[in-house]
């Protein structure tokens, strides 16, 4: 602006002194005002000096430019893009599949969506999930106050016929626990926005009892539960299941254990290594083999070693149908065989067994009587 300003007045012959230009300009404007025969050396000096101001004012607006883009507090040219609005249960950068617009977001509060995502919705496949939550950070230190919890995760077919006991539980007690509902595909039912159970559905696949795709659903509510990074313990309840002690002993129980609570045992009759197969060998022996209740407690280290497996996961996919039921040998065997040191051998879910056959007992409103409970209780207690 400056340089075509001074290119006008000289045009003009009129030159005024501005105050920015340098010495050597108003040498040019004394020289003009003599006029005549100096015409030509006035001109020569003018084009020169006219040249040099060009250049450095080119130049520095060169540089300024350059120097914006190294220490860019400007938004235009720092920023995170991130996808809104089209999918609403799907967070970045959970989301694989979803196309959306592209808008501004500071990078520390996707830092925070990554550590925590809101939603347990998304639209990542089996594979993109299991890949994610396999990952495990190498710097021992959270950037943030972790206050660990336990993830609650529910292997159901519908609806929880005993939600109302589970939200009473739950009942003052948010930020220390996280819930998880793995249900049949085709149940889109979803609880009143004031229960603990709102929006905690994840995205989920057709369970057949006994066969892999149990397995599949364990490690998918496993992997969605390591997406938080505060989730620290990790208990697979069934729609059966009922809480027998407050949370706050639950939750004090499980955090302040080094160990996981999970069933295995080597059984030596027919419904236990009787289910071995000789093809499973030489990724897994026989000594190896082990049995135990589907229904398990495990930290996030054993979590991460469930959802990453995929040596064991294979043998047994590929040998383990029924009467091999993969759900009662799968964890235990790969856990005792992995961390043999971070796990109790014993789970902390009561089923009665007494009466024999393949089922537990189922038991009724008849049955359960504040007797019965407090004898359970305090049978457990000790
Ligand atoms: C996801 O991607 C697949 C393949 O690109 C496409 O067929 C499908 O419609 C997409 N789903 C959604 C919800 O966008
Ligand atoms: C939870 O149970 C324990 C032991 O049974 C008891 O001492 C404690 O007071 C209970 N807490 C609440 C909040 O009810
Ligand atoms: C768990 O804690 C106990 C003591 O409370 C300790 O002896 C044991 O070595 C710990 N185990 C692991 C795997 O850290």
Redesign the pocket.
């Known amino acids: 602006m400056l340089v075509s300003a001074l290119q006008t007045k000289l045009a003009d012959s009129r030159i005024m002194k501005p105050a920015e230009v340098t010495a050597s300009a108003e040498e040019i404007a004394i020289r003009f005002r003599r006029g005549g025969d100096k015409v030509i050396r006035v001109t020569i000096s003018a084009t020169l000096c006219l040249s040099t101001i060009f250049f450095v004012f080119t130049l520095g607006s060169y540089f300024h430019g350059h120097m914006k883009t190294y220490f860019a507090s400007s938004e235009e040219q720092l920023y995170i893009p991130r996808i809104v609005n089209s999918?609403p249960p799907c967070l970045p950068p959970y989301c694989s599949?979803?196309?959306g617009s592209v808008s501004v977001l500071p990078p520390q509060q996707s830092v925070r969506e990554w550590m925590a995502p809101r939603a347990a919705w998304h639209?990542m496949t089996d594979q993109e999930l299991m890949w994610q939550a396999s990952m495990v950070p190498q710097i021992q230190e959270y950037p943030f106050n972790r206050t660990p919890k336990v993830a609650f995760m529910f292997l159901t077919r519908g609806r929880l016929p005993l939600g109302p006991l589970w939200e009473k539980f739950f009942k003052r007690h948010e930020g220390l626990y996280s819930i998880y509902l793995h249900t049949s595909p085709e149940f889109n039912e979803e609880p009143p926005e004031s229960s603990v159970f709102f929006g905690r559905r994840i995205p989920s696949k057709e369970v057949q009892w006994g066969r892999a795709s149990m397995i599949d659903a364990e490690r998918r509510l496993l992997a969605n539960g390591l997406l938080d990074f505060s989730n620290e313990r990790f208990v697979l309840l069934s729609e059966a299941c009922i809480p027998l002690f407050n949370f706050t002993t639950v939750y004090s129980y499980l955090i302040n254990s080094n160990q996981s609570f999970l069933g295995s045992f080597d059984d030596p009759r027919p419904m236990g290594r009787g289910r071995y197969r000789k093809q499973m060998w030489p990724i897994i022996s026989l000594s190896d083999w082990r049995k135990g209740s589907q229904w398990f407690e495990i930290q996030r280290k054993v979590a991460v070693e469930v959802v990453s497996d995929q040596t064991y996961y294979n043998v047994f996919r590929e040998h383990c149908g029924p009467p091999c039921y993969m759900d009662e040998h799968y964890v235990p065997t790969l856990v005792t065989k992995t961390l043999p040191s971070m796990n109790s051998n014993r789970c902390i879910t009561w089923v009665d067994w007494s009466r024999g056959g393949s089922h537990p007992t189922l038991f009724r409103r008849r049955d359960v009587s504040e007797a019965f409970l407090d004898r359970e209780v305090s049978s457990k207690h000790t």
């Open positions: 999918c599949n979803c196309t639209s």
